[in-house]
């Protein structure tokens, strides 16, 4: 989780370089909780889950 | 059916091993994922919310049972064991590994498909009737055509960077099952005065943000002219339309900013010039199409089974009252088959479903299968003494749901729970409607009532033409669901109308439940549909049992 803009801003250039690890990365939104950053919007919370109609993607593991 | 000759094989083979050199250089990092997008998007390869997405095209919607097979193994090999059959009559993956992508195009290529132009602004997947070649009110059967223009429209060097996306749809008969009005170009079979049979032409329809309902740009174009004659069209758009602005690029806002009167003069003068080009070349490649669609040889057999098989077992009864349509040949039927059970996702076969449906198709439907845009499987030649049968073993395999054109044979895009677009789920509010009404046992009570569900404003789902539409949206960072009442998606379309402020996700439902109930005390008679009496009462009536406390206050 960053709090700082700059920060933010480089991670987000490190991590569209790791092309070899993840695509389509961008920052987003999110909240300090006791399991560590959450999403603060339902959209990127289903991507930590995966699809609601089956158990598929990160939720199957 | 259509099979793919020397120079149709050559080259989506060639395709495939372009596409495998793409991927070997995007893994080993050459090439970067902005270099490599381009080239993923022209064979298909999307990029979700969870994983990328194969988008495989069925040409007009028409498979064999070989093809479908090899649908099932792919799903089988290459993902988690399903297909989502979409609302262009296409098939997607959902959860393909990038390396496998070439495999999977290359064991597509093996029974003639492939993933070309299913995506980028590119002219996508020929749609049509799913009924084509069966229904008893066709005039002409429209796939030759659609295949004609499939060929043209593939790798055409002219259009391969068109303002935005574009997308054609034709049909046989004056019924429209293929939404013909809501599309870049939509054809209609019709014969003229002298009985001839030539193409309606109906251009600038669309749904998405800016929905329209086509015009006429021509009453009557020959067959011969038909292929020059759309090539005009796209040729003028590829000119005129806009490339400033994304939500003003179709053909639908060309048509809006300029007028039809002047569309038709550039389609007309541009016409002119390359009709003469065309050289009758186009007219013999139709020929050999024509020749491959020649209907199969129907069975003459008597259908006393059937008929004491329907008084014997009333589940199947039912089932045949819902799922069959009238066929052209004595005899026959085309049987609609649900991937809508209550509480699935509409739209997903699994592999073992699919299978089913190709062995149905090899042994009882002359080896043929349709996609409907409605996400259903249509075995669109069977003959009635071999219905029992089909029956028994899509039963088997949960295939066996008598909801055809009911409320819960529900259309919805695969919305949050996959596309990256979406702005709210879809999949669940349509599980939750056809398990509601299930629940109440009130389905064939309500009788024809078509429910469409989009994600997003982008329409995947055709909520604009459901009767009851529902448009999810992200209002403040909750999902909401918008409304919209009366549309119609068959020839005499309407763009549905919206009711009113959106309801939440634990509201949606029961606003649904709200609004059929009221048009069951609504109704003159059981006869009239829910369109009719929305037709004769207008949306007040509708609105005041959507939103009972603002009826209240009105009253008050």
């Known amino acids: 989780m960053i709090t700082d803009e700059a920060h933010g801003d480089i991670r987000l250039l490190e991590a569209k370089a790791d092309q070899s690890i993840v695509v389509g990365v961008y920052l987003a939104e999110a909240k300090k909780t006791n399991n560590g950053p959450a999403p603060t919007h339902f959209r990127e919370a289903f991507r930590t889950r995966g699809p609601s109609n089956y158990s598929h993607g990160k939720q199957e593991a | ?556």
């Open chain 2, 1 to 556: 059916m259509y099979v793919y000759n020397d120079f149709d094989e050559a080259f989506v083979r060639e395709r495939v091993s372009q596409f495998r050199g793409q991927v070997a250089r995007r893994i080993d990092g050459s090439l970067t994922e902005d270099e490599f997008k381009p080239f993923r998007l022209m064979n298909g390869l999307y990029l979700q919310l969870h994983a990328y997405m194969l988008r495989v095209a069925v040409p007009y919607g028409t498979l064999n049972s070989a093809q479908m097979t090899q649908l099932a193994h792919l799903a089988d090999k290459y993902d988690k064991g399903y297909g989502h059959f979409t609302t262009r009559q296409n098939i997607q993956y959902n959860w393909p590994e990038l390396r496998d992508v070439p495999d999977m195009l290359s064991d597509l290529a093996d029974v003639g498909m492939h993933a070309i132009q299913t995506s980028g602004n590119t002219i996508r997947n020929v749609t049509a009737d799913h009924f084509a070649g069966a229904a008893k009110d066709e005039i002409e059967d429209p796939r030759p055509v659609a295949e004609l223009l499939r060929q043209w429209s593939t790798d055409h060097p002219e259009f391969q960077g068109l303002p935005r996306k574009f997308k054609i749809a034709v049909t046989g008969c004056e019924a429209d099952r293929a939404v013909i009005r809501a599309h870049d170009i939509g054809i209609q079979v019709v014969r003229n005065e002298a009985n001839e049979i030539g193409y309606k032409v109906i251009v600038g329809g669309g749904l998405g943000r800016t929905p329209m309902i086509g015009k006429v740009l021509s009453d009557f174009v020959s067959k011969a002219d038909l292929l020059p004659y759309c090539e005009a069209i796209v040729s003028v758009y590829n000119l005129l339309g806009r490339r400033d602005n994304k939500y003003k690029a179709r053909i639908k806002i060309t048509l809006h900013e300029n007028g039809i009167d002047k569309i038709q003069e550039l389609v007309n003068e541009r016409f002119e010039q390359i009709q003469p080009l065309f050289g009758g070349i186009d007219q013999q490649f139709l020929a050999e199409i024509e020749h491959s669609f020649a209907p199969p040889a129907f069975k003459v057999k008597s259908t006393d089974g059937y008929d004491a098989a329907r008084l014997a077992n009333p589940a199947f009864r039912s089932w045949t009252d819902t799922n069959l349509s009238e066929h052209r040949a004595d005899g026959y039927a085309i049987v609609s088959i649900s991937i809508k059970q209550h509480g699935a996702t509409p739209g997903d076969a699994t592999s073992a479903q699919m299978r089913v449906m190709a062995d149905l198709a090899t042994k009882y439907g002359h080896d043929e299968l349709r996609i409907s845009h409605e996400q259903n499987v249509i075995l669109p030649h069977v003959h009635k003494s071999d219905l029992l049968a089909i029956y028994t073993a899509l039963r088997d395999v949960d295939l066996a749901t008598a909801n055809i054109g009911l409320i819960s044979d529900i259309i919805a895009c695969p919305g949050m729970d996959y596309c990256a677009l979406a702005t709210a789920r879809s999949i669940p509010v349509a599980k939750e409607i056809a398990t509601r009404f299930d629940e109440l046992k009130l389905e064939h009570e309500v009788g024809p009532l078509k429910i469409k569900i989009s994600g997003c404003i982008n329409a995947c789902g055709h909520h604009h033409v459901g009767h009851i539409g529902i448009l999810g949206l992200d209002r403040a960072g909750v999902e909401n669901y918008q409304i919209t009442l009366g549309g119609d998606g068959t020839e005499s379309t309407t763009i549905g109308t919206r009711a009113g402020p959106g309801f939440g996700a634990d509201e949606i439902v029961p606003a649904i439940e709200r609004l059929v109930l009221g048009y069951l005390s609504l109704r003159m008679s059981k006869e009239e549909t829910f369109l009719q009496a929305y037709r004769r009462l207008g949306e007040a009536p509708f609105k005041d049992i959507l939103y009972p406390e603002k009826a209240a206050q009105n009253a008050a």
